[in-house]
C-alpha cells in the first residue's frame, strides 16, 4: 500500500520548486525558518495552497527552530519563541497542514539536571500551541533532535497530556545521538508517532543523505513503523534534487 509520502522544501524555495513538486506529484514539507516568517508574503502562500488543492495534494510544516526554546530560563527567549510559533501558526491557517512539525529546545548539556525546570517553562508554551492547532485543524509533532533515549519526550507528553501532541521520530537524528535501539525508541514513543523523517548517516555528523548511504538499518525501520505507526506522515529529508531523486528510487520498495 502506498504511503502519505512528503518532501522539504523550504518557504525560501517555494516559488520555484512549486512546479517540480507538483510536476513530480510530491507533497511538500514547508520548511520555516525566522528570516523566512518576516518575510513571508501571504498571497504567495494562498496561492500554494491552491495549487496544492488543485492538484490533489497536501502538505505538512516544518516549525523554525534555530536559537529557539519554549523552555528557556530567559523569559525573553521564550517570548521570542511564542512570537515565532505564532507566525508560523499563521502560515498554517493559509496552508492547512496535516502535521506540523516543532523541536523540544531541551538539551541536556546546557540544562543538566534542570529538566523539571525546563518542562514546567515549556508546558504553557505547548499549551497555546494546541489551543491553535486544534483551531486549525492540524496536529503537533515534537521531533527528537539530541535526545539520546525518548524519557524527555515522554514526560512532555505525560506532562501536556493532550492527544493531538504527537511525536516526529526523526531517524537520522537517532543514530546520531541514539543510546536504546530502535525498538526500545519505539515500544516507548511508536504509538505517538505522526511523522517520521528519512534521512541517513554514519553516525558522526546530520549528513541527510539518501538511504543506503549511511548506517541506518532502514529494513528495521520500516518493520516498526507498519507495527506501531503505519498511517503517520513519511517526510524525505533531503536537501538537493539529486538527493531527493535518489532517495525516492531506494524508498519505492518500503513506500509504494
Partial sequence: MSKRVFAHLPYTRLKADLPFFLERRLNPEIMFSAQAL???????LAAAAGALKGAGLSCTI???????????????????TVHRFGQV??????????????????????YGEAFEQ????????????????????T???VENIFEEEPSTLQALFEALGEPGLRHCFD?????????VSMERW?????????????????????????????????????????????DAAYTIEAHSKPHLESSLEKLKPYLG
Fill in 186 to 230: 519505539f515500544e516507548a514513543l511508536g504509538e505517538k508517532v505522526a511523522e517520521v523523517h528519512i534521512h541517513d548517516n554514519r553516525g558522526t555528523k546530520d549528513d541527510h543523505a539518501p538511504p543506503g548511504e549511511g548506517a541506518i538499518d532502514f529494513d528495521c525501520f520500516f518493520r516498526l513503523m507498519e507495527r506501531y505507526a503505519p
Fill in 62 to 80: 516544518h516549525a523554525p527552530f534555530v536559537d529557539l526554546n519554549p523552555g528557556s530560563f530567559e523569559k525573553l527567549l521564550r517570548d521570542a
Fill in 38 to 44: 518576516d518575510a513571508l508574503a501571504p498571497e504567495e
Fill in 89 to 110: 501558526l499563521d502560515a498554517a491557517e493559509i496552508l492547512g497542514p496535516e502535521v506540523m512539525v516543532f523541536h523540544p529546545g531541551f538539551d541536556r548539556w546546557r
Fill in 171 to 179: 531517524v537520522g537524528h537517532w543514530n546520531l545521538f541514539k543510546k
Fill in 118 to 137: 525546563w518542562l514546567e517553562l515549556s508546558v504553557p508554551v505547548w499549551r497555546g500551541v494546541l489551543g491553535r492547532a486544534g483551531e486549525i485543524g
Fill in 139 to 141: 496536529v503537533i509533532a
